[in-house]
Structure formats: C-alpha cells, structure tokens
C-alpha cells in the first residue's frame, strides 16, 4: 500500500511546498505594503481636510462681522441663502462624505486581497496534487514493475528446477542397473521427461494464473488510490472556497 503520507516527504514535494509557501508570503507582503499604502493616503485625506476646515473657520470668523445690514434681513431671507449655511454642517457633510469613499476603497481592497488569496491558494491546491498524483503514478509503476520482475524469477526458478529434475532423472535411469537395454533406458528416460513435462506445464499454467491475478489485484488497488488522491484534492479545494 503506497502512503501519500510518506510520498509527500519525498524531496521533489517538499521543494514544491517551500516555494509555494514563498509565494504566499510574497503576495501577502505585497498586501500589506497596499494597506499601509492606502491606509497612509487615507490619513493625509483626513488631516488635509481638518486643516481646510480649520482655516475656512477662521476666515468666516474674521470676515463675519463685517455685514451689518445681514441684522436686518428676514428669518426667511436667512434660512433660503445658501451662504448663511453653518460651516459646521458643510464641513460635517464633507468628512461624513470623506469617510464613506475611504470605507468604500478599503472594503474593495479587502475583498481584491481576499480574492487574490483564495486564487493563489487554489492553484496551489492544484499544483500539490498534481505532483502528489505524479508521484503516485510513479510508485505504482516501481510496484508493478517489482512485481512482474518477483513473478518472472519465480518462472525462471520453475524452469531451472524443471530442466534439473529431467537431468537428475534421466541419469538415475542410466544409472539404474536393473535396466538391462538401452532401448528400455531410453524409453524410461522418455517418459520421465513426458511426464516431467505435463507436470511442470500445469505448475507454470498456475504460476501464470497466479500472476495474472496478482497483476489485476495490484491494478485495481492502484486505480482506487487514484480515486481517493482524487476525492481529497476535490475536498481540500471546497474547504478552500467556503472558508
């Protein structure tokens, strides 16, 4: 059984982490230096604005007592007259203004960042179980070939033990004294060999079954871990969208 577990301790594997891990690291910099960025303009915009405000304030104080004849104006006439506007209100309209735009970029960078995180997360997902799946594929074939190499000795014992056995029979033969003619020798030597021949013929006949099974099985097992690699990328990446 080939752990994924131990494939992802492989060094090919782990140079790919490390420079995923880089690459996460580098946008989430670069993120940073966007935030202070953003968050440094946003705070000059703010003080820019309390620095007019003070000095539009200052101004109407001086210049307000100059108009006698406003004394005189109706309540009406005064309330109508854009100018008799408090710069209070005005300045309070334009910060209330201020703060919602700088809201509105900060959310907007938030969610361009959140979204930047999540694509690069997800193509790292992708590149991890690519090589992990490579790398199973690799495995499985160092098995099967470690198989089919273990089934090709057994079938070239078999035979070395066959070709022994029909020499080691056939001397006995001509070494039995109780066979008189070598016309008979011959013909004990033949069937030894006939029958030698049947019986090994069945046991590589087994042996081929054997490895034909051992092949399917082994195939089999390798198809599932392949499905199961499969299932945990398809996990791991819906884990990465809804968080």
Not at 58 to 70: D, F, I, L, M, Q
């Amino acid at each position: 059984m080939i752990n994924v577990a131990e494939l992802k301790k492989d060094k090919c594997f782990i140079k790919l982490i490390k420079k995923l891990q880089k690459d996460m690291d580098e946008l989430k910099k670069r993120h940073q230096k966007q935030r202070d960025s953003i968050q440094k303009q946003q705070q000059s915009n703010v003080e820019k604005l309390m620095c007019d405000s003070h000095k539009q304030s200052k101004k109407r104080t001086v210049t307000g007592t100059a108009s006698n004849h406003s004394r005189h104006q109706t309540l009406s006439n005064r309330q109508s007259d854009p100018s008799n506007i408090s710069p209070n209100m005005a300045n309070s309209h334009k910060m209330r203004s201020l703060v919602m735009t700088q809201t509105d970029e900060w959310s907007a960078m938030v969610r361009r960042h959140e979204t930047e995180c999540y694509e690069l997360r997800r193509t790292h997902i992708r590149e991890e179980f690519d090589l992990l799946n490579k790398l199973l594929l690799e495995a499985q074939k160092q098995q099967m070939n470690a198989l089919k190499l273990r089934l090709e000795t057994e079938n070239k014992e078999l035979k070395q033990t066959q070709t022994k056995k029909s020499m080691d029979d056939a001397r006995a033969i001509q070494q039995d004294k109780s066979i008189k003619t070598k016309a008979e020798k011959d013909r004990r030597v033949k069937e030894m060999n006939e029958k030698n021949l049947k019986m090994f013929f069945e046991e590589r006949k087994r042996l081929a079954i054997k490895s034909q099974k051992h092949e399917e099985q082994l195939s089999k097992r390798h198809q599932e871990q392949c499905e199961a690699l499969e299932k945990d990328a398809v996990k791991v990446w819906r884990i990465n969208r809804d968080s």
